[in-house]
């Protein structure tokens, strides 16, 4: 499953940088407006350590986690939605994305201009939020009567254009789509920006991040979203150390785990994905799947095939197999059972599929 996210922000708020760090890339970073002119693509392990233990255990020759892919957009400016600095090609990019990462600069750095002429937090998050929801008034404006011309004959479309019209309510008063709780499905068709889950990242001086002040507020700011604090530098320069090391820095920002692996797992959950773990001598692996899916659904997630024939899924809980120490214990205690198709997958189910082409 292909899951993508693109990173937005203001001019200079750190994205590029930002994006360097997640996927270890040299992409340009420049002090300027509108360095990132065409669209950067990176993925992304998402972090699993269950991976390198049951790696471990099947003496696997390779681990393989699941995998976000993150899209580092050029930068946004006031009047994006009306064609202002590269607004077409920077909407037109969203569009493509499952979900929007909004970088905010709240770091005060003298020597890296601010589009706007000051930092303001809750004045860049509004100003980029205005901008989506003016482009999607936009496309709303020219679907409204295609919808309704076929309303007349059909009565499914006459209850999307219910729908539709409870959107563009909702975005005249300045709301997101997403925020609404609208039937997201019935608004597929129209691909609006602000129907994507948000996730937003605070870029902060280091000594701003152990303030709890200061995170209290930020986070305020964008409630019931999750707010991810992160000095993008140090991103960078985590990269760089030994564990030990890395351990130390994190520690002194008060921080437990780096902002990055931070997102890639927010990201995950942000879109309602699990994961699920394969395990042989092959390889030790992460599928991506959505939560809810079923047996046949996530056999399907490896190759269709599996999911047309499948019969049964073998499964033990990765923590059952890894108090037992082996699959051959695990079965012996009892704790390898034996699915159909209407099991439920639930996060770190390790499996091996029965399937009949």
């Known amino acids: 499953m292909a899951l993508s996210i693109g990173i937005v922000g203001l001019p200079n708020a750190g994205k590029s940088t930002l994006f360097n760090a997640l996927t270890a890339n040299d992409v340009l970073a420049a002090n300027y407006p509108f360095a990132t002119l065409e669209p950067n693509v990176g993925v992304v392990g998402v972090p699993d350590p269950r991976l390198d233990v049951l790696g ?34 920077f909407l037109a990019h969203i569009r493509e994305t499952d ?99 948000f996730i937003y990242v605070f870029n902060c001086d280091e000594d701003e991040l152990t303030s709890d002040e200061l995170r209290a507020e930020l986070s305020a700011l964008v409630a019931p979203a999750q707010a991810i604090f992160l000095d993008a530098k140090i991103e960078s320069e985590l990269l760089e150390l030994p564990p030990e090391e890395r351990a130390e820095l994190l520690e002194s920002t008060g921080q437990e785990e780096s902002g990055l692996k931070m997102l890639a797992r927010v990201g995950f959950d942000t879109l309602g994905l699990q994961t699920f773990l394969t395990a042989g001598p092959k390889e030790s692996r992460a599928w991506t799947i959505r939560k809810g899916s079923t047996a046949p659904e996530a056999a399907g997630a490896i190759h269709t095939d599996f999911q047309r024939g499948f019969i049964k899924a073998e499964i033990v809980s990765y923590n059952d197999l890894v108090d037992a120490g082996s699959i051959v214990e695990a079965r012996s205690r009892g704790k390898v059972r034996l699915e159909g198709k209407d099991y439920v997958m639930a996060d770190g189910d390790v499996v091996e599929f029965k399937f009949n082409v």
């Open 99 to 197: 979900a929007i990462c909004q970088v905010t600069r709240a770091f005060r750095d003298p020597n890296v201009v601010h589009v706007d002429g000051k930092v303001s937090p809750s004045g860049d998050i509004g100003t980029i939020t205005t901008e989506l929801i003016l482009a999607d008034l936009q496309t709303i404006e020219k679907a409204l009567p295609r919808l309704e011309k076929e309303a007349r004959q059909k009565k499914d479309v006459a209850e999307t254009v219910a729908v539709v019209r409870q959107a563009q309510e909702a975005l005249e008063k300045g709301e997101t789509v997403y925020a609404t709780g609208l039937d997201l499905a019935t608004l597929r068709e129209l691909n609006l920006l602000t129907a994507k889950p």
């Open 56 to 89: 471990e255990m099947f003496d696997s020759a390779k681990v393989v986690p699941a995998t976000v892919q993150f899209v580092d957009i050029a930068g946004l400016v006031r009047g994006a939605s009306e064609g202002e600095g590269l607004g077409n090609q």
